[in-house]
């Protein structure tokens, strides 16, 4: 469960986000939305760590992550999936999501260059863990690829097995679907619900209205830093408020 | 699991190179060039682990390894230190400082990294000048012992040969180990996204930092191997022209390859002695195959030849009709 309480950023003179508070339950699937500069990225990088927030605090199942840094969430099971997908392109799709099982093994630079017996059968279930998680985002048979040479859409599919190994108790989204046509939308859109059906706490941020409203449970609406909404995707699709800041105010 | 035993199978060939090579070069002085093909491989394999494979270039490592050279020769010829020992305590020594300074100069990036480590390998080129006592300063530190075991002293080029070469292939060893674990996965992925990599857990800071360090301490096994197998040092030797050189030898070899370290530090060794055939303009021409090189193989040796070979391959294929 991810809790959001009462967040402000400002940037100079500029207030990015103004007291958001919003509860992301686990087991559902919460979109962000908003026309741009509403703060969605922003709170992202607030959550994940890399901007630390003027005031109001993050917290995960509990405890207060606000001043973690960003390479000391994934263990404690936050991860994160980027817009523009940033993948070890330089490496094999299997060695990708391999590293997503960082954090869940533990042998050091001594023991990794003198092959200690525990070193190795440590690398051997991460290997094997790792092609689990290709299983699960379907593409085992890319595992020998170069990252850097696969479509757009596979990446994605990569960024996603890569977090899932993480075993992360919530994800975060960044605008998964851009870039994605449509059969590979309805792909992604099958494969979060599976994620959520494994009691993963899922947040997106997402410009594609129609898969918005197709798998969220929750939807939060930004607008200029600021809460506009918050309900079920029918709450949302049926509120004043929201019509006009989409629709441009006349 | 092929990818392992073709892995060994290289290793294996690369020992059975380096056991019968003496039988062909017995004579002193390529069996010497042999020797510091060897040392700078060593050097290249470090460089290498930091600059090719977590992507921080360093500047300063002359440096480390005229740390690793005066501390040993230091400790041996004015303190009458064992040799091992001595190396050890230099290997230590080094570690402790590349932390010490790891931590704050890798938070840079670029081409402050590389400012920041050359001033260090500046200021520890100007400790060896400068601390006369302890150094000899500008005219060196002679009367180092050779390496011994028992009654077995290290003092002929066959038997430096065979020593150096021995620390050589240990290294090489435990870096491809090193390479393709968790870590060495860590450090590649930090080249490629550093953002990404800490996202999913990889503490790059720290890692970073130590990945230095133990570059740093590798490059001090061998600065203690010269110390030993030469009995003498001069701060000339650890310059910034030859942190250069060791920078080189890590392009030319091929960034993030092993054996590329090695044919780096190889090539880079042997053809100044070739190219004395050139007298005065021998570096004219070795400026000129650098550029040549890095031009046609710009993934260095290890990569440069299959993709070169390829390159002419498919234009040998298309020949002259693709025009028309």
């Known amino acids: 469960m991810l809790e959001v309480r009462e967040l402000t950023q400002r940037f100079g003179g500029i207030t990015a986000l103004e007291n958001v508070s919003f509860t992301a339950r686990k087991g559902e699937i919460t979109g962000v939305i908003g026309p741009n500069g509403a703060g969605k990225t922003t709170l992202f990088n607030i959550i994940t760590g890399i901007y630390i927030q003027t005031s109001g605090s993050v917290h995960l199942n509990g405890e207060d992550i606000s001043r973690v840094p960003a390479e000391k969430l994934a263990a404690r099971g936050l991860v994160r999936t980027f817009q523009n997908i940033e993948l070890f392109g330089n490496m094999s799709v299997l060695e990708n999501v391999m590293l997503g099982l960082h954090t869940r093994s533990s042998s050091g630079i001594f023991s990794c260059m003198t092959k200690m017996p525990w070193h190795l059968k440590e690398e051997k279930s991460i290997r094997q863990q790792a092609f689990e998680w290709l299983e699960f985002s379907g593409i085992t048979d890319l595992a020998g690829q170069k990252a850097a040479n696969l479509p757009f859409g596979k990446g994605r599919l990569l960024e996603i097995a890569r977090a899932m190994a993480v075993n992360p108790s919530i994800m975060l989204m960044d605008e998964p679907a851009a870039g994605l046509n449509n059969s590979e939308t309805h792909m992604l859109a099958a494969l979060i619900r599976k994620i959520r059906d494994r009691g993963v706490t899922v947040v997106m941020v997402e410009h594609d209205m129609e898969l918005v409203m197709d798998i969220c449970d929750r939807i939060l609406v930004l607008n200029l830093g600021r809460m506009l909404a918050e309900g079920s995707p029918r709450e949302i699709q049926e509120n004043p408020a929201v019509v006009a800041a989409y629709l441009g105010e006349g | ?324």
């Open chain 2, 1 to 324: 699991m092929r990818n392992v035993n073709v892995e060994i199978i290289k290793f294996l060939v690369l020992t059975l190179l380096v056991l019968v090579l003496p039988v062909v070069v017995h004579e002193g002085y390529l069996l010497n060039v042999l020797v510091f093909v060897g040392i700078h491989s060593i050097l290249a394999l470090a460089l290498n682990l930091l600059l090719g494979y977590a992507g921080q270039i360093s500047l300063g490592h002359a440096g480390f390894f005229g740390l690793g050279a005066y501390i040993s020769g230091v400790l041996t010829a004015t303190y009458s230190f064992n040799p091992w020992l001595a190396m050890l305590i230099a290997a230590a020594v080094v570690t402790f400082i590349a932390f010490a300074v790891g931590f704050p100069i890798l938070k840079l990036k670029g081409h402050y990294l590389a400012m920041a480590t050359l001033g260090l390998g500046i200021i520890i080129y100007i400790v060896f000048n400068e601390a006369v006592d302890l150094t000899g300063g500008p005219s060196g530190l002679s009367g180092i012992p050779n390496l011994r075991i028992g009654a077995f002293t290290f003092d002929t080029d066959i038997r430096n040969y065979y020593l150096i070469w021995t620390f050589a292939l240990v290294a090489i060893g435990l870096s491809l180990n090193l390479v393709h674990s968790r870590i060495g996965r860590a450090l590649r992925a930090i080249h490629d996204s550093e953002v990404a990599a800490r996202v999913i857990g990889v503490n790059a800071r720290l890692l970073k930092v130590q990945i230095f360090a133990l570059s740093a301490a590798l490059s001090a096994v061998a600065g203690s191997l010269y110390a030993h197998t030469m009995t003498f040092v001069a701060p000339a030797s650890f310059g910034f022209n030859f942190s250069v050189e060791l920078v080189t030898m890590v392009i030319i070899g091929g960034l993030a390859s092993i054996y590329g370290s090695l044919l780096g530090a190889a090539l880079l060794t042997v053809l100044p002695e070739l190219l004395r055939a050139f007298q005065d303009y021998d570096i004219i021409v070795y400026g000129l195959l650098l550029i040549l090189m890095t031009m046609f193989l710009p993934g260095g040796l290890a990569k440069g030849f299959p993709q070169a070979a390829s390159y002419w391959r498919t234009k040998f294929r298309r020949g002259p009709s693709s025009d028309a």
